[in-house]
């Protein structure tokens, strides 16, 4: 296959090189119908110019998308750092490295850039979005989305993308959730778990050992919210529980112990009794996580 042939399959997610075999074939028998051409031009205009529109018609919509999302690139990136021109190749090296299309992987960047990615290392981040949405089952626009949640919650550079997506898959193999699903719903608890001091790593270990559980990846996530929520501004009720049993439930035990070690103190504390830990988390959500996350069964 040419050069030019493939250039233009990674471009348009069009693979021309079955139609290249077929113009070999359809020269051949052109030759050898000799004076039979004429008789024949309406059966060929209909076999082969008819399918030849249909791939120009594609090929025109595949370029006009990467070209909108691009364009849409452009009015976010600081092309004084890098230039369209650069940021399209790049753009382009990634659709034919992952199999995802050019206006998907563009349409990515243009999220990356505009959720706060520096453009110098941007098409870094969506190369590892890339990378996870293919074995995560989702787009790369989503994964682009939860790893922006966490870098930007948790105030990190973009260059850190490349290991929270590796931190993602992770999640993904050892639990029962999936890219797609963390992709979409962590931005509702990284907030509230940065603030607190609970690691990404802490809180996706949680969120996997709640799937494990049964629990659905944004119920999980919802109960984890919840229980943080409360830990950080207990009720008064929760707050004369604790001092009564000696149990430092607060933001500042939190972030000095971390979530592992505050919710092992929990449960010494508490005996595991669900009507004290009730009293502690409060809703129903938090108080489910957290008795899944302290049972050691």
């Given at each position: 296959m040419s050069n030019v042939i493939r250039s233009f399959i990674v471009r348009t997610g069009v693979d021309l090189s079955g139609m290249?075999?077929?113009?070999?074939?359809?020269s051949t028998d052109l030759k050898r119908a000799g004076k039979q051409i004429a008789s024949t031009g309406k059966s060929l205009t209909k076999n082969i110019s008819v399918p030849l529109l249909a791939v120009g018609a594609a090929s025109i919509k595949f370029s006009s998308?990467?070209?909108?999302?691009?364009?849409?690139?452009?009015t976010v990136a600081d092309t004084a750092v890098k230039s369209i021109s650069e940021l399209s190749d790049g753009v382009m090296e990634l659709s034919g490295k992952t199999g995802k299309a050019a206006s998907e992987v563009g349409d990515a960047l243009y999220l990356a850039i505009s959720s706060g990615a520096e453009t110098a290392t941007a098409l870094g981040l969506v190369g590892a979005a890339s990378k996870i949405a293919v074995t995560g089952f989702t787009d790369t626009t989503t994964a682009v989305d939860g790893l922006t949640s966490v870098l930007n919650a948790y105030n990190?550079?973009?260059?850190?993308?490349?290991?929270?997506?590796?931190?993602?898959?992770?999640?993904?193999?050892v639990g029962k959730s999936t890219v797609d699903e963390l992709a979409q719903s962590i931005g509702n608890v990284t907030s509230i778990s940065a603030t607190a001091g609970v690691s990404i790593e802490s809180l996706l270990s949680a969120i996997a050992t709640l799937s494990l559980n049964g629990i659905k990846t944004d119920e999980a996530i919802t109960g984890v919210k919840s229980a943080i929520s409360n830990i950080i501004k207990p009720s008064e009720q929760a707050a004369e529980v604790a001092e009564a049993l000696g149990l430092d439930f607060s933001a500042t035990?939190?972030?000095?112990?971390?979530l592992s070690a505050f919710l092992a103190d929990v449960q010494e504390k508490t005996g595991g009794n669900i009507e004290v830990m009730a009293t502690l988390f409060g809703n129903v959500r938090g108080l489910n996580a957290m008795l899944k996350?302290?049972?050691s069964g």
């Open positions: 290249t075999v077929g113009f070999k074939k359809l998308e990467f070209e909108d999302s691009m364009a849409a690139v452009s990190m550079e973009t260059s850190e993308a490349n290991r929270i997506a590796n931190l993602f898959q992770v999640t993904q193999d035990a939190l972030q000095a112990k971390g996350l302290t049972s």
